[in-house]
């Protein structure tokens, strides 16, 4: 069966710090990758998705970087965080070219930044 | 673009009574569906989806959904609740997605579901 993993579970940075959180799949090849932020209130907000290594599109602008060096790894980084950053970070994947369109999320990142 | 309104932020229902969250997308073709359940500090699970065919979909933990085409509805329903329902629920459309078999899904803001005893 499929499982994703993300780390750290929590993570308190101060400003102007870097970040780096790691999604990693196992159980299944060639994933749709994503990174979701959730402010409270306002849902989620789509960050990048990723359909192949060193494949990467951003839905919006912001402070954020995101890197997929293999096929199962999907990383989000910083150089330095804003306190805006702050929120539940959520990794997800779904079957490449599926119909289906489900995505399974992992258990999230709660950021804290200070 | 396709867009999902969840007009209910917090709902509050005693244990034994029967819930449903409301749920009404935008989409120009036949949308693909789901619902979400989130517990506190953890990831979104799966509830249901639909896709085509029986506009009545069953789903874990005993919820069900009714895709209703008129109304651009998609509203979650359970006959009885039991306190460990009590979630933020998430209502998603799917919608054909960009080159290279990417399915953008969009979320509601969620409905966070108390249940009182």
């Known amino acids: 069966s499929q499982t994703i993993h993300q780390w750290p579970a929590t993570l308190v940075q101060p400003v102007g710090s870097p970040l780096s959180l790691e999604c990693t799949v196992e159980?299944?090849?060639?994933?749709?990758l994503y990174w979701y932020r959730q402010a409270a209130g306002r849902g989620l907000q789509l960050l990048f998705y990723?359909?192949?290594?060193?494949?990467i599109s951003s839905e919006v602008p912001q402070n954020l970087s995101a890197s997929r060096p293999q096929d199962r790894q999907f990383i989000l980084s910083s150089k330095k965080l804003l306190l805006s950053d702050s929120g539940f970070y959520l990794c997800?994947?779904?079957?490449?070219?599926?119909?289906?369109?489900?995505?399974?999320f992992g258990p999230g990142t709660r950021l804290t930044v200070t | 673009a396709q867009s999902v309104t969840q007009p209910d932020i917090h709902i509050t229902v005693s244990e034994g009574a029967s819930l449903e969250l409301r749920c009404n997308y935008s989409?120009?073709?036949?949308?693909?569906l789901f619902w979400y359940v989130q517990s506190p500090g953890q990831g979104l699970q799966l509830l249901l989806k639909?896709?085509?065919?029986?506009?009545l979909v069953q789903g874990i933990k005993g919820f069900e959904a009714e895709f209703k085409r008129s109304q651009s509805s998609f509203n979650l329903r359970k006959p009885s609740v039991h306190w460990s329902d009590a979630a933020e629920y998430f209502c998603?459309?799917?919608?054909?997605?960009?080159?290279?078999?990417?399915?953008?899904?969009?979320f509601g803001t969620g409905t966070k579901l108390q249940v009182i005893p």
């Open positions: 997800a994947w779904s079957v490449r070219a599926s119909a289906s369109y489900e995505q399974y």
């Open positions: 159980g299944t090849s060639n994933p749709n």
């Open positions: 990723s359909v192949g290594i060193g494949q």
């Open positions: 989409y120009g073709a036949t949308p693909y």
């Open positions: 639909y896709f085509s065919g029986d506009t």
């Open positions: 998603a459309v799917g919608a054909t997605g960009h080159s290279g078999g990417y399915q953008k899904v969009t």
